[in-house]
């Protein structure tokens, strides 16, 4: 059928017959076809509890069936969606942005955090805690517009490398995840990013990357205010932590910004454990997923004793609450997209 | 085309072929019904500039085109999308709350500003200004459950009456401005919401009255916190504000909640002043758009004096800065739905 006779048709059609059609080639699409839409998931446990559950959910005729309004899914960004090791991507970027500031700033030279930093001595940095994390991210998140920082951040997007697999960072999201996010989106779901990372952070590339439009993304912030700039109106981005969207702030944030309980949760660390529990004990269908590195091949091997996505409750709990815990070692037959391992 | 043909055709189309189809549907559909979708609006300039506005950025010939992911448009609620005289209605929840309460508060009777609104003196509710104000709303929007709170609102809801038109809140919504969101959203809009009222209190019927779905309200906050009640996962409101989402705050709201500038936006009072102004000062096309309160008859009439909904810089600046002033009297053939008039 062609453009011109799709538009004959419409424009002749009635509204209600069009909304019907449309609705019915949405409706008939995806789900018949998982294993169109999931290459890079294996055949096993985990990817039939993600099938089995997406065409319950989606099914008028299951008792199960939810309607598309309530289909939210929440994920995580670090370590769900991208890797997280061997520090989280925006700790890189706080990095990268105070050795670029540095010239403006002599007294780094002589000032913690700042001169550890300078120095490529982490063991300084890390002793400095959290006092000194907030006097980096105030330099280096604060005091610009909100354009400002995104034009900061995109830039640093396409320069930056990780140190081990020399790619740039937004080539290290798995290939599985932004499948299943794809996945979700073809069966009518709403997706959603909660993560612990800076939200404007998140945006400048959460669309192109996943799909994920900035409105759809939920995380930290920090206070902003309005104001004119030569006429010109602008948010100016203040040195001062609004909100921490981790741990239960997760399911805070899920309420402050969504409003409404998800029906699937996917994290991968501790700080995803509220979210996963707040989403999966709400009544009605529910899946709660976790994310396992256990692959120091292709990835990074890591759970109980990390520093960095810390993976103990989770794991305990998984199985009384009916979490799928998913192995990257052996549910994903690839983890990031073509030309990698 | 029956479902099982369209079932057929899709499962042997390409993914490809499938998405372009349904595009093409999408975009071919609405502009140029402009007609159908707006019938409550009287034919004259405010809906010739409505129509030329989406036309254009419809329009993928256009130099004004804009992709339909940056299509955000913002509503104001108060004033723009419902009636707000004689008091915001939200106050007459307040006010109505008190009184339901008041068994459980004897000690309310002496104390004000409760005092006053038990004994229906409204001079003296005023007398206790914002901090009396802010009394009232942690006695009655915080201290429960977000899931109680809602449970509350829908019920007030389905039993409050308007003062003059006996109606239920709800049903004092505007037709055309009703019609204008779905016709927005044909035409591959995101229609949000963003209010000075409380977001927890607007979600409660936004999706239902609006076709706004939770997610798509920025509103005024208070602070929550998560706990486990009896084991279950609850979302606790607590009486401290969190945000004020009005005048420049409308701004900020927009850039926390949503992430990137609206291409058009709506509002009726001083108070959205500034959510015009940061919607229509960025380049490319934008459209602001202003309810003018000039029907005693149908509805009311207000404008620089008044102490609810004051418009006076708005109405000063509109000339200048390019914005739609709509005429409630002239412009709309009907205010709001079926038996009203």
Same mark, same amino acid.
């Given at each position: 059928?062609?453009?011109?006779?799709?538009?004959?048709?419409?424009?002749?059609?009635?509204?209600?017959?069009?909304?019907?059609?449309?609705?019915?080639?949405?409706?008939?699409?995806?789900?018949?076809?998982?294993?169109?839409? =999931?290459?890079?998931w294996?055949?096993?446990?985990?990817?039939?509890?993600?099938? #089995?559950?997406?065409?319950? +959910?989606?099914?008028?005729?299951?008792?199960q069936?939810?309607?598309?309004?309530?289909?939210i899914?929440v994920?995580?960004?670090?370590?769900?969606?991208w890797?997280?090791?061997?520090?989280?991507?925006?700790? #890189?970027?706080? =990095?990268?942005?105070?050795?670029? =500031?540095?010239?403006?700033?002599?007294?780094?030279?002589?000032?913690?955090?700042?001169?550890?930093?300078l120095?490529?001595?982490m063991?300084? +940095?890390?002793?400095?805690?959290?006092?000194?994390?907030?006097?980096m991210?105030?330099?280096?998140?604060?005091?610009?517009?909100?354009d400002?920082? /995104?034009?900061?951040?995109?830039?640093?997007?396409?320069?930056?490398?990780?140190?081990?697999?020399?790619?740039? $960072?937004?080539?290290?999201?798995?290939?599985?995840?932004?499948?299943?996010l794809?996945?979700?989106?073809?069966?009518?779901?709403?997706?959603?990013?909660?993560?612990?990372?800076?939200?404007?952070?998140?945006?400048?590339?959460?669309?192109?990357?996943?799909?994920?439009?900035?409105?759809q993304?939920?995380?930290?912030?920090? /206070?902003?205010? $309005?104001?004119?700039?030569?006429?010109?109106?602008?948010?100016?981005?203040?040195?001062?932590?609004?909100?921490?969207?981790?741990?239960?702030?997760?399911?805070?944030?899920?309420?402050?910004?969504?409003?409404?309980?998800?029906?699937?949760?996917?994290?991968?660390?501790?700080?995803?454990?509220?979210?996963?529990?707040?989403?999966?004990?709400?009544?009605?269908?529910?899946?709660?997923?976790?994310v396992?590195?256990?692959?120091?091949?292709?990835?990074?091997?890591?759970?109980?004793q990390?520093?960095?996505?810390? =993976?103990?409750?989770?794991?305990?709990?998984?199985?009384?609450?009916?979490?799928? +815990?998913?192995?990257?070692?052996?549910?994903?037959?690839?983890?990031?997209? #073509?030309?990698?391992?």
């Open positions: 059928m062609s453009v011109q006779a799709i538009r004959k048709h419409v424009t002749s059609a009635s509204r209600g017959a069009l909304f019907a059609l449309v609705t019915a080639l949405a409706l008939v699409h995806p789900a018949a076809r998982a294993a169109d839409w =999931l290459p890079s294996n055949d096993g446990p985990s990817k039939s509890r993600i099938v #089995a559950f997406v065409e319950t +959910v989606t099914d008028p005729a299951s008792q069936y939810v309607p598309p309004s309530e289909r899914a994920f995580d960004n670090d370590g769900t969606l890797t997280e090791q061997p520090m989280y991507f925006q700790l #890189a970027f706080v =990095l990268d942005r105070v050795k670029a =500031l540095a010239p403006q700033h002599p007294e780094w030279r002589t000032q913690e955090p700042f001169k550890s930093v120095a490529g001595d063991a300084g +940095v890390a002793k400095a805690g959290e006092h000194g994390l907030l006097e991210m105030a330099a280096t998140h604060a005091g610009m517009t909100a400002e920082f /995104r034009a900061i951040v995109a830039d640093w997007l396409a320069t930056a490398r990780h140190p081990r697999f020399k790619r740039p $960072y937004t080539e290290l999201t798995y290939t599985p995840m932004k499948e299943l794809a996945y979700l989106r073809a069966n009518g779901f709403k997706t959603f990013i909660v993560t612990g990372g800076g939200v404007e952070f998140m945006r400048v590339f959460s669309e192109r990357v996943y799909g994920v439009p900035p409105e993304v939920v995380g930290s912030s920090i /206070r902003t205010k $309005y104001e004119l700039r030569d006429g010109k109106p602008v948010i100016v981005r203040l040195p001062e932590i609004e909100f921490i969207d981790d741990k239960a702030g997760k399911a805070v944030g899920i309420n402050r910004y969504i409003g409404r309980k998800p029906i699937l949760a996917f994290g991968n660390s501790d700080g995803d454990f509220e979210m996963l529990e707040y989403t999966t004990s709400a009544p009605g269908p529910r899946l709660g997923l976790i396992h590195h256990d692959d120091e091949e292709r990835e990074y091997a890591y759970d109980r990390s520093s960095v996505g810390r =993976l103990e409750r989770g794991l305990d709990e998984a199985g009384p609450r009916g979490w799928v +815990v998913v192995s990257m070692k052996n549910d994903w037959r690839r983890v990031y997209d #073509a030309g990698q391992r």
